[in-house]
Each structure stands twice: as C-alpha cells, then as structure tokens.
C-alpha cells in the first residue's frame, strides 16, 4: 500500500466538526493553497449532501470535489428509493468505501461528514486511506493543532448550538492567525431538525463578537 506524505494531507485548511444536544455544527476557513502561494481566498469547504447531512473538505480540491459528488447523488438517490434520507453512518461508510477502493492511486482528501438523523447528532472523520472514526469534536487540516486547543477547552458535549457556536468560531478563528494556510475568512454551518443552513455575514460577525 502507498505511504501518503504527511505535507499532501495537513498542506492546508483548518476545518472543524462538533456535534450539540440539537445538532451539529461545520466550520472551515476560505483560504485556498497551492504549496506557499494563495490560489483563493473564498474557497468553498463545507457542501450540503442533502437536507440533514454536509461534509467538510481539505486537500486536493478535485480529489474531494468527486468524493462530495459521489456523495450527493447516493444520497438523492438513497432518498428516491426509500422515501427516508440516508443516515449519517451510512453516507460515511460509503465515502470510506471509496476512499479505500482507490488506496493505489490515493484520493487526497481528508473529510468530515455531519448531520442529523433518527439517531441523533453524528460527526464521523475519514482519512484519504478510508479510515473511519466517529468523534464528537474533531478538526482536520494544518491548523487543526491550534483549534484543537480551543476546542479541548472549551467544548462541551451536552451543550446546544448556540452555547457551541462562538467556540468553534474561535477555534477557526485562532488557526487562521497562527496557521499561515489557513485564513481570510471562515465559514459555518448548522444542522438541526430544522434542517442545513449557513451562517450568513451579520450572523457570523455576531457570533464572532461573543466569542
């Protein structure tokens, strides 16, 4: 099996998974790498798979765009053929599938699958090798180091979204000052029984002022 070097999975990206007593919350930064050059900086890396489900991305862009592709259309038609949408261990166990079929020729990309269903709140972590764990409060990418030590502090598991929310815009928030891949702007998602929504620039500056 292919070694995958460390600097492919953690060149870039600050992403972050939590998961609250009503939901879940997945936040990224925008900045986008190419080694030391700033290819964009509104990169888009948190993409709803349906109503009650979205994942994270980080490494190479169109290893994960493909893998969110695959991902969606499953879950539409998971939803078509069913009339119920797919669950969350469900929709991970297939992109680790996929990760793991492609273990000669490595997909890049390292990603966090959240959502909402008739089990609760779920966040599950897959590595570019298929490796699949759950976790409830995870971060990805090369500024994971210092989000985590936000979220080792401050996070807690019973607590609900909006206690939850400006902790983990603080823990993207302290990887783009320190991590030099990660920055520019930041991203955040919430999915609750009320469905999959983006924080919108008043509310992020809101919840950015309270944290």
């Known amino acids: 099996m292919p070694e995958i070097p460390n600097e492919l999975i953690l060149k870039g990206t600050t992403t972050v998974g939590v998961t609250c007593?009503?939901?879940?919350?997945?936040?990224?930064?925008t900045r986008v790498t190419m080694g030391f050059f700033v290819a964009h900086h509104k990169g888009k890396k948190i993409e709803?798979?349906?109503?009650?489900?979205a994942m994270t991305i980080s490494g190479v862009v169109a290893d994960a765009q493909r893998a969110v592709e695959i991902l969606r259309v499953n879950a539409q038609l998971y939803r078509l053929n069913t009339a119920?949408?797919?669950p969350v261990s469900s929709a991970a166990r297939l992109?680790?599938?996929?990760?793991?079929?492609?273990?000669?020729?490595?997909?890049?990309?390292?990603?966090?699958?959240?959502?909402?269903?008739?089990?609760?709140?779920?966040?599950?972590?897959?590595?570019?090798?298929?490796?699949?764990?759950?976790?409830?409060?995870?971060?990805?990418?090369?500024?994971?180091?210092?989000?985590?030590?936000?979220?080792?502090d401050k996070?807690?598991?019973?607590?609900?979204?909006?206690?939850?929310?400006?902790i983990v815009v603080r823990a993207v928030d302290s990887a783009m000052k320190r991590d030099a891949a990660s920055g520019d702007s930041f991203d955040v998602s919430v999915i609750d029984k009320k469905g999959y929504r983006e924080l919108n620039e008043k509310e992020k500056r809101n919840v950015m002022a309270g944290s």
Do not use: W
């Open 84 to 86: 119920r949408p797919m």
């Open 155 to 166: 996070y807690k598991q019973d607590a609900a979204i909006k206690e939850t929310l400006p």
């Open 95 to 152: 992109i680790s599938n996929l990760l793991f079929s492609s273990r000669y020729v490595p997909l890049v990309a390292q990603v966090l699958i959240g959502g909402l269903d008739d089990n609760g709140p779920h966040v599950f972590s897959i590595d570019p090798l298929g490796s699949i764990t759950e976790e409830k409060c995870v971060a990805t990418g090369s500024g994971s180091p210092i989000a985590y030590g936000v979220l080792e």
């Open 21 to 29: 007593k009503d939901g879940v919350i997945l936040a990224s930064d």
């Open 48 to 53: 709803k798979i349906d109503d009650h489900l």
